[in-house]
């Protein structure tokens, strides 16, 4: 048996309990079991052939992974020879928030997705509060995820928190790494500096409104939770507060559900013992900030690496982040790419044309 097959296991394995966590299911209507049923109902909408397993990593935390192959027999052969894509998705998402991707993506290549440690069907283990130390965490995973796979090289794609961490991955594996595709990546630019009011004369700066206190008041409350808390603590009326908060998932999807299949589904994903969201947590500061911002460090990608930054073009993501790195980057290939009427979730908002973007930068690599 191949190391690879060694290191997977078939998706009907018991599913992980959560020990201290485990009185809580009596409370929040979820489970590892309603999860896996949410995601399944997700996929059955996928054509292509979907190979589908958690992979085992050597300290023996599981990550539930797919891979989404052309289902016409004869390409196969093809696939095989070219670069796969892996897709690492956002804070609090999980494999079926791609359902609307794969299957354009996978026509021509191998198309790999996973959940990250701590997020969906993955493993929860605890997180340190270190922030440099919660990264390395995700990062070892990633790394482990790789070689348990045996990939030598990858496209690597990711959105949101998915783009920070492929970014940290890129830095420390390069030689891993054909293309950096970031998609609406969190965590870049440095947070802003209170400007205060310019004395002697000397400039004209204008001072930033404080917030007032009972903002502040609540900011020091909530930065003492995780950051998904109140889903879990909301107990039974957690998938009707989804509902209510991201009705914008249901509509992202509404040609392929006609019910509330997506948010039931990003319900459970975060309703279950919070592990990946402690690591977030970890490497963030209040309002969402990084701690270690990217921009810090995208200077030692190394200069030959092509890097792609798709943006929502109404986005709360600031677009001018791609300016920054691109300046930072130099003669290095980066590309800036504005999607039009797309928000955070670009992939879901606008896939025909994220796709199209997306397959053009695979088609650079082979």
Same mark, same amino acid.
């Given at each position: 048996?191949?190391?690879?097959?060694?290191?997977?296991?078939?998706?009907?394995d018991?599913e992980?309990?959560?020990g201290?966590w485990?009185?809580?299911p009596s409370?929040?209507? &979820?489970s590892?079991?309603?999860l896996?049923?949410?995601e399944?109902? /997700?996929?059955?909408?996928l054509?292509?052939d979907?190979w589908s397993?958690f992979?085992t990593l050597?300290? @023996?935390n599981?990550?539930? &992974?797919?891979k989404?192959? *052309?289902?016409?027999s004869?390409?196969? =052969?093809?696939?095989?020879? =070219?670069?796969?894509?892996?897709?690492?998705h956002?804070?609090?998402?999980?494999v079926?928030?791609?359902i $609307?991707? +794969?299957?354009t993506?996978?026509?021509?290549?191998?198309v790999?997705?996973?959940? +990250?440690?701590?997020?969906g069907?993955s493993s929860r283990?605890s997180?340190p509060?270190?922030?440099? +130390?919660?990264?390395?965490q995700?990062?070892?995973s990633i790394e482990?995820w790789?070689?348990? +796979?045996?990939?030598e090289r990858?496209?690597? !794609?990711g959105h949101?928190l998915?783009g920070?961490?492929?970014?940290s991955?890129t830095? @420390?594996?390069?030689?891993?790494?054909s293309h950096?595709?970031? #998609?609406d990546a969190w965590g870049f630019p440095e947070?802003?500096?209170p400007q205060?009011q310019g004395s002697?004369?000397q400039g004209?700066?204008?001072?930033?409104?404080?917030p007032?206190?009972?903002v =502040?008041?609540l900011?020091?409350?909530?930065?003492?939770f995780?950051p998904?808390a109140v889903?879990r603590?909301?107990?039974?009326w957690?998938p009707?507060l989804?509902?209510?908060f991201?009705?914008d998932? =249901?509509r992202k999807y509404?040609?392929?559900?006609?019910?509330? &299949?997506?948010?039931?589904?990003i319900?459970h994903?975060?309703? @279950?013992n919070?592990?990946g969201? #402690?690591?977030f947590?970890a490497?963030?500061e209040s309002?969402g900030?990084?701690?270690r911002?990217?921009? @810090?460090?995208?200077?030692?990608l190394?200069p030959?690496?092509p890097?792609?930054? !798709?943006?929502?073009? $109404?986005s709360?993501?600031?677009s001018s982040?791609? *300016?920054?790195v691109a300046?930072? $980057?130099g003669?290095?290939?980066?590309? /800036? &790419?504005?999607?039009e009427d797309?928000?955070h979730?670009?992939?879901?908002?606008?896939p025909?044309?994220? *796709?199209?973007v997306v397959?053009s /930068?695979?088609n650079t690599?082979?």
């Amino acid at each position: 048996m191949s190391p690879a097959n060694a290191a997977m296991q078939d998706e009907t394995d018991a599913e992980q309990t959560s020990g201290y966590w485990s009185w809580w299911p009596s409370w929040r209507p &979820t489970s590892m079991s309603l999860l896996k049923s949410a995601e399944s109902k /997700i996929l059955a909408c996928l054509q292509n052939d979907v190979w589908s397993r958690f992979v085992t990593l050597s300290n @023996q935390n599981r990550i539930w &992974t797919l891979k989404v192959t *052309n289902k016409s027999s004869h390409k196969h =052969k093809d696939q095989a020879a =070219k670069t796969p894509l892996v897709m690492v998705h956002g804070f609090g998402g999980g494999v079926g928030l791609w359902i $609307r991707n +794969l299957d354009t993506l996978s026509c021509s290549r191998p198309v790999y997705a996973f959940d +990250l440690l701590g997020f969906g069907r993955s493993s929860r283990p605890s997180f340190p509060s270190d922030a440099s +130390l919660a990264e390395e965490q995700f990062i070892t995973s990633i790394e482990q995820w790789r070689q348990s +796979l045996g990939l030598e090289r990858m496209i690597l !794609l990711g959105h949101s928190l998915g783009g920070y961490l492929a970014t940290s991955y890129t830095i @420390q594996y390069p030689e891993r790494v054909s293309h950096l595709i970031l #998609v609406d990546a969190w965590g870049f630019p440095e947070r802003p500096q209170p400007q205060l009011q310019g004395s002697g004369g000397q400039g004209s700066e204008v001072k930033r409104v404080s917030p007032p206190r009972w903002v =502040k008041a609540l900011v020091s409350l909530f930065s003492f939770f995780n950051p998904l808390a109140v889903i879990r603590a909301a107990g039974p009326w957690g998938p009707g507060l989804v509902n209510r908060f991201r009705p914008d998932f =249901k509509r992202k999807y509404e040609d392929l559900f006609d019910d509330d &299949t997506m948010t039931q589904y990003i319900y459970h994903c975060n309703a @279950q013992n919070p592990s990946g969201e #402690v690591g977030f947590k970890a490497m963030s500061e209040s309002l969402g900030w990084a701690k270690r911002p990217m921009v @810090q460090r995208v200077h030692l990608l190394p200069p030959s690496m092509p890097v792609s930054m !798709l943006y929502g073009e $109404r986005s709360w993501v600031e677009s001018s982040t791609g *300016n920054t790195v691109a300046q930072i $980057r130099g003669k290095s290939p980066t590309s /800036i &790419t504005l999607i039009e009427d797309a928000s955070h979730h670009v992939y879901a908002d606008q896939p025909e044309e994220f *796709n199209r973007v997306v397959e053009s /930068i695979c088609n650079t690599v082979d």
